[in-house]
């Protein structure tokens, strides 16, 4: 009985340290990637992963570097136009081997998920809680409209044209506040806007 307690004692120990080791994630420049942390895939390939910016937990876009015209074309479009709260942030760039990291703000989930969560068989009607579950669904949902609408007035005013709007590329928050993401399909036409418009962000910032 001894013998036995001990080995489970021993698998136990192997198990939590492996696990504590996977968690440490795999350094890509400044970024901590966690590998095993999936929140989503996309198209081309692409899978968004957990991650941190030192303390900061941030969702890490994994692109191939094959599609790393996509990668850069949403990193000119966050860049000008992420400093709007209906728009998701963008923090850092990074490349390793066959991959380009993007350092994007981690949402609790997406507009797809929460009407699912609201109104979907089963639905709670608080979709999710994230705003404190304070708001009727109803009432919820007008807000988010609202949200949306503002981010999207924002990219306009940017010469900026999403070009993939759907549920599953809109985020929400933990404060309940609606978010903008996935750029990589803005339109080609765009380029040039989006170049000036990066260009005066970046000159404004400095």
């Known amino acids: 009985l001894l013998l036995g307690l001990l080995l489970l004692l021993c698998a136990g120990a192997a198990w939590w340290c492996s696990r504590r080791h996977r968690r440490r994630g795999r350094r890509v420049g ?12 996309g198209s081309h390939g692409t899978v968004v992963l957990g991650g941190r910016l030192g303390r900061r937990p941030v969702a890490v876009k994994r692109v191939l570097a094959s599609h790393r015209a996509l990668a850069a074309r949403e990193v000119r479009a966050l860049v000008a136009c992420d ?18 990291y993007l350092a994007l703000e981690r949402a609790a989930m997406t507009l797809a998920e929460w009407t699912e969560l609201t109104f979907g068989a089963g639905g709670g009607g608080d979709g999710g809680a994230t705003d404190g579950g304070a708001a009727r669904p109803a009432t919820r949902a007008l807000r988010l409209t609202s949200h949306m609408a503002r981010g999207l007035a924002h990219l306009h005013r940017h010469g900026v044209n999403h070009g993939d709007l759907k549920p599953s ?3 929400i928050a933990a ?20 170049a000036g418009a990066a260009a005066s962000s970046s000159s404004t910032a400095s």
Do not use: I, M, Q, Y
């Open 30 to 41: 400044r970024l901590t990637v966690h590998e095993d942390e999936v929140l989503g895939h």
């Open 83 to 100: 400093a709007h709260p209906n728009v998701l942030r963008f923090f850092l760039r990074e490349a390793s081997g066959p991959f380009v």
């Open 169 to 171: 590329n809109v985020l």
């Open 175 to 194: 404060d309940g506040a609606a978010k903008l993401a996935d750029f990589g399909l803005a339109n080609a036409d765009d380029a040039a806007a989006l």
